[in-house]
DNA sequence: TAAACCGTATTAATCGACTAATACACTTTG
DNA sequence: CAAAGTGTATTAGTCGATTAATACGGTTTA
């Protein structure tokens, strides 16, 4: 069963922020093929957001082909593994390629960019 | 005079994206204490929003002590080196820690966080 | 089979970001 | 001094994200 424990609340839509969260944990390979989405109307009181809302993510997985929903049924993860590294590349080009343009803009020179995050990295272990 | 060459739109309100923006300039150094801002119709022209949006940032700027505004003439910057350090920290912290956070969530090891981010450095000299 | 659960859809309403138009008093500049 | 430029404020309106309430038909399950 797809878990929603790691989500944390951030910027933006959260619709958005829930098919990225679906995105990540893909990656991850916590997210799989075959694993059940809670229904609709359980991730939106997991999640404190309208069921329309959570409608909107699913609506957007299941037109990217992550998910697949038979209505009456539980939506389930659909993607293969070809897919799957796709959207991990996807992200990660994405989210270093935002990371190292704004440390570059506040003028951090690589090596304490380096530090920086080999400093945070260590903090959450 | 203070340049929004570097500003590229990005997520949320543009407000919000002005007032880093600022603040990561002055964290570079690129935007110094006594630096002149161009007016609130300039910037509005320049990046394409209302006068109004462009007031709202520079609201918050004066609130936060980092520009001073004048009836009738061009706000300043007039922030000291003590401020500027602690902006720079507030920022490396929030940005560091995120992008962190995202990697660890897609299960991507240290070592090849680091090579990504390499990479990425690379690309854009 | 029947109740409980599920995906889906519709309509209306709220809220914040942003636009638009305009006005006024102050300062800079020629 | 006078014109142009500037910060500030007000009011109204648009638009998208989100909430809210509700309904319908298919699927699970006891």
Redesign the interface.
């Known amino acids: 069963m797809v878990s929603f424990e790691?989500f944390v609340p951030g910027?933006?839509p959260i619709y958005q922020q829930m098919v990225i969260y679906i995105k990540?944990?893909i990656?991850?390979?916590?997210i799989q093929p075959g694993d059940e989405m809670p229904s609709r109307r359980v991730i939106s009181s997991l999640l404190g957001v309208n069921p329309n809302t959570v409608q909107k993510a699913c609506k957007i997985l299941e037109d990217e082909g992550i998910i697949q929903s038979h209505s009456g049924a539980k939506s389930i993860i659909v993607l293969d593994e070809k897919m799957r590294k796709q959207i991990?590349t996807e992200?990660?080009e994405a989210?270093?390629?935002?990371?190292?343009?704004?440390?570059?803009?506040?003028?951090?020179p690589?090596t304490e960019?380096?530090s920086?995050?080999?400093?945070?990295?260590k903090e959450?272990e």
């Not at 990656?27 to 916590?30: I, K």
């Not at 920086?116 to 990295?121: C, D, E």
């Open positions: 790691r910027d933006g990540r944990e990656s991850a390979g916590a991990k992200l990660l989210d270093a390629k935002k990371a190292v343009g704004i440390l570059k803009q506040m003028g951090i690589k960019a380096f920086l995050i080999g400093k945070f990295w959450e």
